[in-house]
């Protein structure tokens, strides 16, 4: 079974330092700087035991629309890709755009079997 599953996750990437809060002490009167520019990307990829696939910048806020947007665009055609067949499961973590109403129908409509995650299980990030 695992062998037709296809996994799938997305991920903030920092481009310069770490994705997490930093305390330093500073003289009074001292601006912060940065000094090799910053910012991040996200990035939205699926896999298999057959390999990686589409790995899909996300230029706009990561919403339900824009999540099934890059499903629509992405999903079935890495599936063929990989050579899954069409009875492969889809795996997505429990993140509120995956598990919203509009999503579940919309995994109905294209007849996907979803493999359950539980809310507390760590997150993949397969990039």
């Known amino acids: 079974m695992r062998n037709k599953i296809l996994w799938s996750d997305e991920t903030k990437t ?6 997490a ?5 500073r003289k009074p009167g001292t601006m912060p700087s ?22 899909v910048r996300i230029k706009a806020k990561m919403k ?4 099934r947007e890059i499903l629509d665009e992405n999903l079935l055609q890495s599936a063929q890709d990989l050579k899954l067949g069409r009875r492969f499961t889809f795996q997505q973590d429990s993140d509120p755009k995956h598990t919203a109403k509009t999503m579940q129908e919309w995994l109905r409509d294209k007849s996907l079997n979803v493999l359950e995650w539980s809310n507390q299980s760590p997150d993949l990030n397969p990039i």
Do not use: D, P, Q
């Open 14 to 19: 920092e481009l310069f330092g770490l994705n």
């Open 34 to 55: 940065v000094e090799h520019g910053g910012g991040s990307i996200m990035l939205w990829r699926c896999f298999s035991v057959a390999g990686t696939e589409r790995l």
């Open 64 to 67: 339900g629309a824009k999540y």
């Open 21 to 25: 809060k930093h305390h330093v002490w």
